[in-house]
């Protein structure tokens, strides 16, 4: 049995800042150990930020399910714009007012803000201005540098960027002042339809825009995205991993770069190649530093960068020894100026005097202020300190070495699309929507032994699916989200730490009961997240034998209330599941 160590518990309600901290780790130790059970498995909690537990009320998510049974079907963006189009009338949005709380939780900006349409502003306003580009996102006042990085990042899928923001709509033909959006959300995709009335001062957008004046597809997304959260201020703060997932419904998994995998780069090369989102931002060794502070080397601090490319340079040195291979990495800052990364490989550094102009051509290497830089693969790491990988599928998350990653030429040149590898799908998917709610399913972690058993349990059976491996082991991936905290950011709701434990069904067990206290009490848990984390998903990949296995997700503490999606990936032919 290890020694008594001391729980810990939240910090105090913190004040609203300008932008979440989402990278710090703050949790300070308080309190004491729970009786000691047989088996003694205590969790640690770790969170990202300063932070206060938020306890949404059973009787809110009782009214909010009743009332979405009431509300009627909504009308498609189709069928307005062809009512708008009859009646000769620009769509007025009734759910997203062009007022102060629609920007403000409590209605007080800093400015007098006008709401206009493109038009009344702008002279020959267009959706895109020869198409969507990273380079058209301009961050305006709004510290949503999480939501414009993953955005980036998106405009160099088509495919998948078309699927958020579709063709069928614009300034010119069949033009009714209506637009439409689509977000991943909690397993689902969702249609935003809003009005294109714009908040502005001097008649300057305020918010996201883009670089050219009279092009509106960054603008008009950002407010859709507002309105799916209930207002502009919802989107101040944030990890990079929850736009992602809304913009793909992909699962994201985080890499820590302070311990980072020995392939690190091949891990991002294959991740680039099959169009994977990837972000990254840099926590600081003193928590105390200010969020967005600019380092001396460019670099800023719990800011949200966007990976835009991962390739390998032909160096051609005279020097025979400096001669070989540069391994970098592209990366964008959403601020989309002239704050960069200053050290090697940077804007106009003697490194790019090293490799030959067809290699500066096949890169479309320029030396702009727009918030692009070039770094190494080593220089990456030194500086960042986490990385996060965004695919629909988790085969971009397997770090192994290829045998052909590092031979294989870079074949996709600047401006031409990337496109998913076409590989056997060998991965299922199995989604469980669930709720903590007091006094019946909110038992909080296994240091609460007396009220774990009450947690919601997934049974899960994983099949070995390759007859030809030697490991005879299982990949399986889970993702366990809370759902329909950021709506509620104007009532003072905020993320819990959440997480879960995976249990192995001894043989004799039947699977499908649902496991008591006694159990817990004398069978250690069999795999666990490192942290019980309070951002919205968590994400942790395994190894397991063929077997039944129980997943019990779960807040930190008891009595902590919310509705949650669990997420589960795994490469079994056959995939048997029950929930409890």
Not at 191 to 216: A, C
Not at 237 to 254: C, P, R
Not at 448 to 462: E, R
Request: with cysteine.
């Amino acid at each position: 049995m290890p020694d008594e160590v001391d729980l810990e518990a939240p910090s105090e309600k913190r004040e609203l800042r300008e932008h979440d901290e989402r990278h710090c780790r703050c949790y300070k130790s308080k309190g004491s150990l729970p009786p000691l059970s047989p088996v003694d498995d205590i969790e640690k909690p770790s969170l990202q930020k300063s932070t206060y537990y938020s306890r949404v009320t059973n009787k809110y998510s009782t009214q909010r399910i009743v009332k979405e049974g009431q509300k009627p079907i909504k009308k498609g963006f189709r069928t307005l714009r062809d009512e708008c189009l009859k009646a000769s009338k620009l769509y007025e949005d009734p759910e997203f007012p062009p007022n102060d709380f629609s920007i403000s939780f409590q209605g007080v900006t800093r400015r007098h803000y006008e709401w206009k349409r493109p038009h009344e502003f702008s002279n020959d306003p267009h959706m895109f201005i020869e198409g969507a580009t990273r380079f058209d996102i301009q961050q305006g006042e709004l510290g949503d540098c999480w939501l414009l990085a993953a955005v980036s990042n998106l405009t160099q899928n088509p495919r998948l960027f078309h699927v958020v923001v579709p063709r069928d709509q614009g300034f010119t033909h069949m033009y009714a002042g209506i637009f439409h959006f689509k977000f991943w959300q909690y397993g689902r995709w969702e249609e935003v339809v809003i009005d294109d009335m714009l908040p502005t001062y001097h008649n300057q957008l305020v918010f996201m825009h883009s670089k050219t004046d009279n092009e509106f597809w960054c603008a008009l997304l950002e407010k859709a995205y507002a309105k799916l959260y209930g207002g502009y201020e919802a989107l101040r703060g944030g990890n990079i991993n929850e736009s992602m997932v809304d913009l793909t419904g992909g699962v994201v998994e985080m890499v820590d770069l302070r311990n980072p995998p020995s392939n690190l780069f091949n891990v991002m090369k294959k991740a680039y190649r099959r169009a994977a989102l990837m972000g990254c931002a840099i926590e600081p060794d003193h928590p105390q530093m200010q969020s967005e502070s600019i380092l001396s080397n460019g670099l800023i601090v719990r800011h949200a960068y966007s990976i835009t490319r991962v390739t390998e340079v032909d160096i051609a040195s005279a020097a025979p020894k400096l001669q070989g291979k540069a391994e970098l990495v592209r990366l964008h800052n959403p601020w989309g100026n002239e704050t960069e990364w200053t050290g090697a490989w940077s804007d106009k550094s003697p490194e790019w005097a090293t490799i030959s102009l067809e290699e500066k051509k096949r890169l479309g290497l320029t030396f702009d202020d727009d918030g692009e830089f070039w770094m190494s693969i080593q220089d990456f790491a030194d500086n960042f300190t986490t990385l996060e990988i965004c695919d629909v599928t988790p085969e971009v998350f397997e770090y192994d070495n290829d045998s052909d990653s590092d031979s294989s030429s870079d074949e996709d040149e600047e401006g031409c699309q990337r496109k998913q590898q076409n590989v056997k799908m060998r991965w299922q998917r199995l989604m469980f929507e669930g709720a903590w709610v007091s006094h019946h399913t909110a038992g909080g972690c296994r240091n609460f032994i007396q009220t774990f058993a009450s947690n919601p349990q997934y049974t899960v059976k994983l099949e070995d699916p390759d007859e030809d491996d030697d490991d005879d082991l299982c990949t399986m991936v889970v993702s366990l989200m809370q759902k329909n905290v950021r709506q509620l950011k104007r009532y003072g709701a905020d993320y819990q730490p959440i997480g879960y434990t995976i249990y192995k069904l001894p043989p004799e067990m039947e699977p499908g009961v649902k496991l008591d206290t006694e159990f817990f009490k004398y069978n250690a848990s069999y795999a666990k997240v490192p942290f019980f984390l309070n951002c919205r998903e968590v994400t942790t990949r395994f190894r397991f034998p063929a077997g039944y296995y129980v997943i019990v997700p779960s807040t930190f503490e008891p009595e902590m209330t919310g509705e949650f999606l669990l997420r589960v990936f795994t490469e079994a032919k056959r995939l048997k599941s029950s929930a409890l």
